[in-house]
């Protein structure tokens, strides 16, 4: 970015300190806490899109990445009582469903061939399976689909299920993964400050949990995303300290491809008072974990979760992946209120959200590979 391009947006002082070091060339500048807090207080939103496409660009060029995904939810049956979640359900309860493995095999099998590369299984965390269980879901998901990436359970679940076979982490995951599991999606993170967390979902695992089982995956070589639930109860401080987590277990393991920030949305949840933040909050949201997060490659706009227009938007913001066609396969955000109650996307449509927003759309597998068809 131009010196007089900094001036005409009539930055202050130590916003403009801030954007020079980003935009200086040569060595890259890390962001620290201190200046995070300031862009996410002061910055013109004009300013963090420009700088985080700029670093966007250096990291993945002129591509945006896109996936043929379904999503598997076995059920929304849940030990847990998130106060955020209008997703789960209790045993017995109107709404609360329940696909028991030949159920989840035929769901995998009705997609015999389609061009899928990935299932992502997420689910509530049950109270009546084992490890064994999920062992075996992995199993029949790949029968039915011996060629997709099976990226399965949040480290929510991962951690209960571990827990209660009496295993470490280590020990578990190797399980899974000799079942088929290769990648763990980002989920179950929400915010790590404990006073907030406590507030919105005290029963969860803690923030500590959360990332020993990723790290334990990263030393297994397991590719795993990570996410934050912001626009709550949260302050940009409590942001911050989450994302410095992420980098820091990132500098030590570089296991991570992806963050995904997820919006807070508030239909049919115990937390329904509090209202959403604005889409200019979602788009300083992107923009500031594109630039604070050096060390994670992807940064996800999900679609399910954003809206398709917000969705092209936050390619401006420093977004460089917009999941996948999904085919209407998850409720997680059309039951908490999300525009998208049936989210499904072609291919082309999002070829075309991509070319839009002036980016090239490549098909990605579950690790990046781009997907040549002919
Ligand atoms: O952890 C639940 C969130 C997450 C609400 O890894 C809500 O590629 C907003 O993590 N408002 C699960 N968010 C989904 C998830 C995910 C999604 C897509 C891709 C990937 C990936 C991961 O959904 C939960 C929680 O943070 N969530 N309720 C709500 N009312
Ligand atoms: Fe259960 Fe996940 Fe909902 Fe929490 S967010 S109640 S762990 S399904």
Not at 14 to 43: K, Q, T
Not at 160 to 183: D, Q, T, V
Not at 255 to 284: C, Q, T, W
Request: charged share 30%; glycine share 8%; aromatic share 8%.
């Amino acid at each position: 970015m131009t010196d007089e391009l900094i001036r005409h947006l009539n930055l202050s002082p130590e916003v403009g300190r801030i954007a020079s070091r980003l935009s200086e060339a040569g060595e890259r500048y890390r962001l620290s806490d201190a200046d995070a807090l300031v862009l996410m207080r002061e910055a013109p939103i004009a300013l963090l899109g420009a700088l985080a496409v700029a670093r966007k660009r250096e990291v993945s060029g002129n591509e945006v990445y896109y996936n043929r995904n379904i999503h598997i939810e076995p059920t929304n049956i849940c030990v847990f009582k998130c106060r955020f979640c209008s997703y789960r359900r209790g045993a017995g309860e109107p709404d609360a469903w329940y696909h028991d493995l030949d159920a989840v095999e035929r769901l995998a099998a009705e997609r015999q061939g389609e061009p899928i590369t990935e299932v992502h299984i997420v689910g509530g965390v049950h109270p009546d399976h084992d490890l064994d269980y999920y062992c075996e879901m992995i199993r029949r998901v790949k029968k039915a689909l011996p060629h997709v990436a099976v990226k399965a359970y949040t480290a929510v679940e991962l951690h209960y299920i571990i827990g209660k076979a009496g295993l470490s982490l280590e020990a578990g995951l190797r399980r899974l993964r000799e079942a088929g599991m290769e990648a763990i999606p980002g989920g179950g993170a929400e915010i790590f400050d404990p006073e907030i967390r406590g507030r919105i979902c005290p029963e969860k695992p803690s923030a500590a949990e959360w990332l020993a089982t990723h790290e334990a995956a990263h030393r297994l070589g397991l590719s795993t995303n990570c996410t934050i639930l912001y626009g709550h109860i949260e302050r940009y401080e409590h942001r911050i300290d989450h994302l410095r987590q992420l980098r820091e277990l990132q500098d030590r393991t570089h296991g991570f491809d992806a963050f995904i920030p997820l919006k807070y949305r508030n239909m049919h949840n115990s937390m329904s008072a509090i209202g959403e933040v604005s889409l200019p909050e979602d788009m300083k949201m992107m923009a500031i974990s594109r630039l604070y997060l050096d060390n994670i490659p992807h940064i996800k706009a999900y679609w399910p979760m954003l809206g398709i227009g917000a969705t092209e938007l936050a390619l401006s913001f420093g977004a460089d992946d917009i999941d996948g066609t999904i085919d209407d396969t998850t409720k997680i955000y059309s039951m908490a209120g999300a525009e998208e109650q049936r989210p499904r996307l072609t291919t082309e449509r999002m070829e075309r959200l991509v070319r839009t927003a002036g980016f090239e759309p490549i098909e990605r597998d579950t690790f990046y590979r781009p997907v040549s068809r002919q």
